[in-house]
């Protein structure tokens, strides 16, 4: 059982920035893949970033690329999403998502474990 917490979410100016985090309980933090997902009003969950358990290997949305960068501290039990660059269009709110085997990384029904979501909303 792993319990997920964002925090790190609030109201931004656009093309400012902001770090969202996520703590993980569990003593098994480093052998989940982590991953970022998001839903705007009226949209879709859509996924965002993901970090492999090697956190080597990353992923992101194309709607992020270059603007989001996920990361993780396993010492820590966290992972990160730091966000630069906002735009209104970001304006979400944001859930962390665990499993321990992910094979279609953007797919929702891949991850078990989800937080309780944070909201992110970016203003013009």
């Known amino acids: 059982q792993v319990q997920l917490v964002e925090s790190g979410g609030g109201l931004v100016q656009a093309g400012g920035s902001l770090r969202l985090s996520c703590a993980a309980s569990?003593?098994?933090?480093?052998?989940?893949?982590m991953g970022w997902f998001r839903q705007a009003p009226g949209k879709e969950r859509e996924f965002v970033a993901v970090i492999r358990r090697s956190t080597v290997s990353t992923g992101y949305a194309d709607s992020v690329k270059g603007r989001f960068t996920i990361s993780r501290d396993n010492a820590k039990n966290t992972v990160y999403l730091q966000m630069n660059s906002l735009k209104p269009e970001d304006t979400a709110v944001y859930y962390c998502?665990?499993?321990?085997?992910?094979?279609?990384?953007?797919?929702?029904?891949?991850?078990?474990?989800w937080g309780q979501g944070t909201q992110v909303t970016v203003s013009s």
């Open positions: 998502a665990a499993d321990w085997n992910v094979n279609h990384i953007t797919q929702q029904y891949e991850y078990t474990y």
């Open positions: 569990g003593r098994t933090f480093s052998s989940y893949t």
